[in-house]
């Protein structure tokens, strides 16, 4: 747990409902902030998923693990040397 404030909605936020309204999925969150993220040992879930924890994990306070990166490496081209640029 990185220490996120966040909460998750099935419901379609924003006046509008979107293609996934109708679905049932959590789809939708609230982040209250400013909320200080701290370091964690992450799992890369999915391509998509992945690089959002991989971009919490370089805003966060620490150190964090990250395993899994593999995934992140075949969706985006050369995705290390463009964060380290």
Known sequence: DMG???QTYR???GGHECRFGQRNFY???VIQGPTPLRAT???VP???GGFSHLIA???AEGESRVSGVDIIDR???KFL???QA
Do not use: P, Q, W
Request: include cysteine; aromatic fraction near 4%; proline fraction near 0%.
């Open 4 to 6: 996120a404030n966040i």
């Open 41 to 43: 040992d992450i799992v």
């Open 11 to 13: 419901e379609c936020l």
């Open 46 to 48: 999915d391509l998509r």
């Open 27 to 29: 789809h939708s969150a």
């Open 81 to 83: 040397d463009k964060l």
């Open 57 to 59: 994990a370089l805003a």
């Open 75 to 77: 969706g985006y081209e």
